[in-house]
């Protein structure tokens, strides 16, 4: 598939200032009913829980889906 993105995350979480973001650069290697691959320029442990938002259409509210890290492959 390997598709372009960039994912935006909320810092706060993660002891950053109330309204920090971070913009990461990501690329959509697969996509299927079990499950979505997932190239992100960051490490993340298995079990770390994500929210993704994709976009539906441009006149349409993003959609988020809930995640979990369930294989760490290195790149």
């Known amino acids: 598939l390997n598709v372009g993105s960039c994912g935006v995350v ?15 650069p990501l690329v959509i290697r697969d996509l299927s009913v079990g499950g979505i691959g997932v190239l992100i320029a960051r490490r993340f442990e298995i079990g770390t829980e994500l929210s993704i938002e994709m976009a539906v259409g441009p006149d349409a509210p993003p959609r988020r889906l809930t995640g979990r890290v369930v294989r760490v492959v290195p790149e």
Do not use: A, Q, R, Y
């Not at 993660?14 to 973001?21: I, K, L, M, R």
């Open 10 to 24: 909320d810092t706060h979480v993660f002891h950053g200032g109330p309204d920090s973001e971070e913009f990461w």
